[in-house]
């Protein structure tokens, strides 16, 4: 597959899952002994919009104390840096974080890799013209898996950038796996900024994820709209209840859809049952202290730099090398 040429300094390469991928995934986790979705359908055009509406509510501070730590910190991190680089996003939704460093780091290269098609085309034709200096390589891609991404500014030291505390989606294991994929794709003189979302109390988290405007209740349902979408399931929406709260042993907010009628669908040719009842896991939220995520960079082979706290310590960045 050739990227395509959209703009003078902007190429878009389509690596998107073929359906019938998807179709089994979906039908093998919601088949398991206990159902589960991955977290990744959250995301088409719809979902990344109520996404963007639950980090605009006042109970969900991790973008909002993120996005003020790049800014007040973008320069001083640039100092530490202290070369021209490239920089690859995985997740990079619409961008907006990418633009604080756009704005304060003049990189050479922008690499946003997206799961969403629609969003990652909306913000890239945008965003290109603005900084015309920069050469950008949208790839739409499920990043969980494919992280061999195409050369181009190779010569470049690359820094990965993965803020929002997306890390937090992954399992254990599947973190410490994705975490070192993370070291490989920043190569041995690259870089990684990354945030991290910390612990705090319970109460504070149940209302981050049980948001009074009901955002977060609309996103976690478009998983199972999104799905009808996508590869016509035929779920009944109104046949589901989200349920979000902290899971003190397992340190991490838990995302689930509660049904409470049979559901008879159809997914990649076969017909699944879902009796009243069942709850369909829909995402982990893992929480963190800046001890232990450093620990976790330091295993998967980057040796942190700096990290930086906002004054009530909701959120942390941090900034490490490949070791
Ligand atoms: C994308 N991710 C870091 C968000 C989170 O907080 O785990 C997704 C989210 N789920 C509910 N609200 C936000």
Request: glycine share 4%; net charge negative; aromatic share 10%.
């Amino acid at each position: 597959m050739q990227p395509r040429q959209l703009l003078p300094n902007l190429t878009f390469l389509d690596l998107y899952p073929p359906t019938a991928d998807a179709a089994r995934e979906v039908l093998s986790s919601l088949s398991a002994a206990t159902p589960h979705l991955d977290p990744k359908y959250f995301y088409d055009e719809q979902g990344s919009a109520l996404f963007d509406a639950i980090t605009r509510t006042p109970e969900y501070y991790p973008t909002r104390t993120e996005t003020r730590l790049l800014r007040e910190h973008a320069r001083t991190m640039a100092r530490t840096l202290d070369t021209e680089l490239t920089i690859v996003e995985p997740g990079a939704g619409g961008c907006e974080k990418a633009r604080i460093l756009l704005d304060q780091w003049q990189p050479r290269g922008y690499m946003p890799l997206e799961i969403s098609r629609e969003c990652l085309l909306d913000a890239t034709r945008q965003l290109a013209p603005q900084y015309p200096q920069v050469q950008f390589q949208a790839v739409c891609a499920d990043y969980s898996q494919a992280l061999t991404v195409p050369t181009g500014h190779q010569e470049l030291p690359r820094l990965v950038f993965f803020p929002g505390s997306t890390i937090g989606n992954f399992e254990p294991v599947a973190r410490r796996t994705f975490l070192a994929n993370l070291r490989q794709l920043a190569g041995d003189d690259g870089f990684l900024l990354i945030g991290a979302d910390l612990h705090k109390s319970p109460e504070r988290l149940h209302q981050a994820y049980n948001d009074s405007a009901g955002h977060t209740a609309a996103f976690n349902l478009n998983i199972l709209a999104h799905l009808n979408r996508r590869l016509d399931c035929g779920f009944d929406l109104d046949a589901f209840e989200h349920q979000a709260f902290y899971n003190e042993d397992q340190q991490r907010v838990e995302m689930h859809l509660q049904c409470h009628r049979d559901q008879h669908v159809r997914i990649a040719g076969e017909s699944l049952t879902l009796s009243a009842g069942t709850r369909v896991h829909t995402e982990n939220s893992y929480k963190f202290s800046v001890e232990d995520f450093s620990r976790e960079l330091v295993t998967a082979g980057f040796q942190p730099l700096s990290c930086w706290l906002d004054d009530e310590a909701l959120f942390s960045v941090h900034l490490a090398r490949a070791a």
